[in-house]
């Protein structure tokens, strides 16, 4: 069943900002199109005109309409990334806990907040977490930590935060990026300390080539049955952290395009990432997880 879907805008020059940048969206060939008709308008409009999002009983998730991201895949491509959207309304219940890793500005934090007792929410870009913490902080039931998800917790580290686009930032290792591109260090945590001993959580990760660290770190989480979704991008033919989770041993892999369905191997990933632009989300759990036995069980209903 469909959600339902309201734009509140934060006065009339935000709408019509709206509407041309909706016009101009229609007319892009290229996906970089999409952030240079964004960022080309947001030198004209006020930069902090913006939309509330509201989809179903969440809270609102504040767009500015200068972002190429969010007024791309949340506004013009609605609904965002639906396969979460199904794994998310279908969990609720089943655990108390969910935890936005990657939380970008907090789509997902607000979503989960109406679905969920507990949202512990984590992003490592201080600008990006002024954002999150601006749509998400006032909410009674989410946590927020700006830290970036690694193996270990405690350390220091660099954060590269890409100028074209702010869900492209990430851990610094061998690419320094453009000229343009912007650093900072941030602090690590890792999973284990982050989820409390014993709850089965159910995980988002999206940490934008930091998934094999971060896995690393979820070693107690995953034994206590915890379930993650976790992204494997389509430019990556190894499919690097779906062969990692593979080869921990008695971890199960599940496609959520529709229904989860099992994923056995590393060349059954790679027959379905299609598109090289784009990121494909997948659950991983040990199979002896209740939270998945009973997610599946809710799925096989029909």
């Known amino acids: 069943m469909a959600k339902t879907r309201s734009l509140e805008f934060s006065g009339l020059a935000a709408r019509l900002q709206y509407h041309l940048l909706m016009g101009l969206f229609r007319l892009a060939v290229t996906r970089g199109l999409y952030g240079r008709f964004a960022r ?3 030198l004209v409009f006020d930069p902090e005109n913006s939309v509330l999002l509201r989809t179903g009983q969440s809270a609102p998730f504040r767009i500015h309409l ?4 969010w007024t791309r895949f949340a506004l013009y491509h609605h609904p965002y990334e639906p396969e979460v959207e199904n794994i998310l309304t279908t969990a609720s219940g089943l655990t108390d806990l969910f935890c936005d890793l990657g939380a970008n500005k907090g789509y997902w934090t607000t979503r989960a907040s109406s679905l969920f007792s507990r949202v512990l929410a984590v992003e490592a870009s201080a600008q990006t977490f002024l954002h999150l913490s601006e749509n998400a902080a006032h909410l ?8 970036a998800i690694h193996s270990t917790s405690g350390q220091q580290m660099t954060f590269l935060n890409t100028h074209l686009s702010h869900a492209s930032a990430r851990l610094l290792d061998t690419d320094y990026g453009s000229p343009e591109d912007k650093t900072e260090r941030v602090q690590t945590l890792r999973i284990d300390d982050l989820v409390p001993s014993g709850t089965a959580a159910l995980i988002k990760l999206d940490v934008e080539g930091a998934e094999v ?8 989480a995953l034994g206590d049955g915890a379930v993650l979704i976790y992204e494997d991008h389509g430019s990556d033919p190894d499919c690097v952290p779906s062969a990692h989770l593979l080869s921990l041993g008695d971890i199960r892999l599940y496609s959520i395009e529709k229904t989860p369905e099992p994923a056995i191997s590393v060349a059954a990933i790679r027959a379905l990432k299609t598109d090289r632009f784009k990121g494909y989300n997948f659950l991983a759990a040990r199979s002896d997880s209740p939270l998945l036995a009973a997610l599946l069980e809710r799925f096989a209903k029909p």
């Open 213 to 220: 660290s971060a896995i690393d770190g979820a070693t107690r």
């Open 40 to 42: 080309g308008l947001g």
């Open 66 to 69: 200068n972002d190429g991201y």
């Open 140 to 147: 009674p039931n989410v946590t927020l930590h700006q830290a």
